[in-house]
């Protein structure tokens, strides 16, 4: 049980274009889902917090125009990197919370 | 803020060695305490936790014990395997405030062992 999903688990795309990045709670709901970004052999960095049907909460330093988050159902939170450039590549983990956090497999994302 | 110092790796062990991963925090108020482990190519998995001072987590061999005067939480195991290869992440979670529910992850330490 309590399992999270990503899709896709690796995307390129080419400088200035969009890409959205899913993440889904399989077999539970969840209120809360959170989006991380990791940087090789680094820690991992909160980005957001969002909740079902509002809007979401950034971090600090976090373009909220740049890294649109959507949390429209219970299973189901989507992060969009507008205008991508190359230093947006990294992999971007999200997590969901029920009772515990659990955390999806991450999306490589390299922006050309 | 809160932050979490974890001791740098990477480290390598051979099997059955006895593991230690130092971990120490500051965070405000009273948070719970997590150790995360990322496997190759999957997704964190919490390994243990503990919830208030003296607790002590434990799972899959893996212990660590909450020491608030210390602000501490160690990863410990008596004897690693190669299956035990991957990253380990020591994160408090914070407790109450606006922050409720949010974990502050440290730098993760790369652990590595040969049969």
């Known amino acids: 049980g309590a399992v999270v999903s990503q899709h896709p688990s690796w995307v390129i795309c080419k400088s200035g274009t969009s890409v959205k990045i899913e993440c889904r709670s399989l077999?539970?709901?969840?209120?809360?889902m959170f989006w991380y970004r990791q940087f090789p052999k680094q820690s991992l960095m909160l980005m957001a917090t969002s909740n079902e049907g509002s809007k979401a909460t950034y971090e600090q330093g976090v373009e909220k125009d740049k890294f649109l988050i959507n949390h429209a159902s219970l299973t189901l939170s989507t992060l969009t990197v507008t205008s991508a450039h190359p230093e947006d590549s990294s992999f971007y983990i999200c997590s969901a919370r029920a009772y515990e956090q659990y955390f999806g497999p991450g999306t490589r994302l390299t922006v050309t | 803020g809160d932050s979490v110092t974890q001791m740098e790796g990477p480290v390598t062990l051979s099997e059955e060695a006895f593991l230690t991963i130092n971990c120490t925090y500051t965070?405000?108020?009273?948070?719970?305490l997590f150790w995360y482990v990322q496997y190759p190519g999957e997704g964190l998995q919490l390994l243990l936790k503990a919830t208030k001072a003296d607790d002590k987590g434990s799972n899959k061999g893996f212990e660590a014990t909450y020491r608030k005067e210390t602000t501490s939480f160690h990863l410990e195991k008596g004897s690693v395997q190669v299956s035990d290869s991957a990253v380990y992440f020591c994160a408090p979670r914070t407790a109450g405030g606006t922050s409720y529910g949010k974990l502050t992850f440290g730098q993760g330490t790369i652990l590595t062992v040969h049969p």
């Open positions: 965070a405000t108020g009273y948070p719970s």
């Open positions: 077999d539970f709901q969840a209120t809360t």
